[in-house]
C-alpha cells in the first residue's frame, strides 16, 4: 500500500478559507474515484513557519494507480488550488511504502 502526502503551507491570511476548500471540495473530489481513499488530514507543528502547516494523506494501492488519478484527477485538483489561492499556499508532495509490522 502507497500512503500520498501531500504538505500545505499555508499563509495566514487566507489560512481558514483554504482549510476550508481542502476539506470541503479537494477531499471529497480526490476520493470520488476510489482510485485514492481513506484520507486523514493533519495539522503540523512547526516553528519555523510564517503560516499554518498541515499534512494531508491519502492510500493508494499502487504507484500506477496513483499516476492514472493524477491524470484523471489530481492535476485538475492542483490548477485548481493554484488558481484559488496562488503562491499563498506551497505544497510538496512524498511517496511513502506502508511497511507491515
Known sequence: ???FNTTYCID???HEECLNWII???IPLATHSGQVKSPILAKIFSQESDGENYSLQFR???IDELHQWYEST???LHVALNNNFG???LSF???M?????
Open 24 to 26: 470541503e471540495k479537494y
Open 74 to 76: 489530481g492535476d485538475r
Open 60 to 62: 493508494v494501492e499502487s
Open 12 to 14: 495566514s491570511a487566507i
Open 93 to 95: 508532495t512524498t511517496l
Open 1 to 3: 500500500m502507497i500512503i
Open 97 to 101: 511504502e506502508e511497511v507491515e509490522l
Open 87 to 89: 503562491e499563498r499556499v
